[in-house]
């Protein structure tokens, strides 16, 4: 099963692709889409729809994990992320995709055994578990290897 993992934003998009088959993961993708911060939010928003379709098409995942917002004193960040999982969750849905989604808490326990874990130790296990030379590149192209990984983890217990 091909996994694509979304960290959702509306000015940056994480994507990272594995292989899960059985226990074995296999890293094939990873990387950011990177919207111009001064198109209004609606262009934005149709900017990464499209590079999702195109990163779908090209590798042809047949589930999306999207990492849920975090809910805190910032309103409108929460917002903003809300606004960008929604159009991940519309190209996958479009995509006749499954779609599951995870709190950050569920990622960090997934990838690192502890909910309460540091950025610094997710990146640090996704580049182990993926068996990569370096942590990945932006943040978010980590963090969704990380909600990717945490999917292929839970799946048995979490799919629809």
Same mark, same amino acid.
Do not use: W
């Given at each position: ?52 379709? +195109? ?52 990622? +960090? ?52």
């Amino acid at each position: 099963m091909i996994i694509l993992g979304i960290d959702p934003g509306t000015i940056r998009v994480g994507y990272g692709l594995i292989r899960s088959v059985g226990n074995k993961l296999t890293h094939i993708a990873n990387g950011a889409i990177c919207a111009n911060k001064k198109e209004p939010v609606y262009k934005r928003l149709g900017f990464i729809a499209s590079e999702l379709q +195109k990163i779908i098409q090209q590798h042809q995942p047949s589930i999306a994990a999207i990492e849920e917002p975090f809910v805190g004193k910032n309103i409108q960040t929460t917002i903003r992320i809300s606004e960008g999982r929604g159009a991940a969750i519309t190209m996958a849905a479009i995509n006749n995709l499954d779609v599951i989604s995870f709190s950050p808490a569920t990622i +960090k326990k997934a990838v690192t055994g502890k909910g309460s874990a540091h950025k610094s130790q997710v990146q640090a296990m996704v580049k182990i578990l993926m068996n990569l030379h370096a942590i990945p590149q932006p943040d978010d192209a980590a963090d969704a290897l990380a909600v990717a990984i945490a999917c292929a983890h839970l799946k048995n217990i979490n799919l629809p």
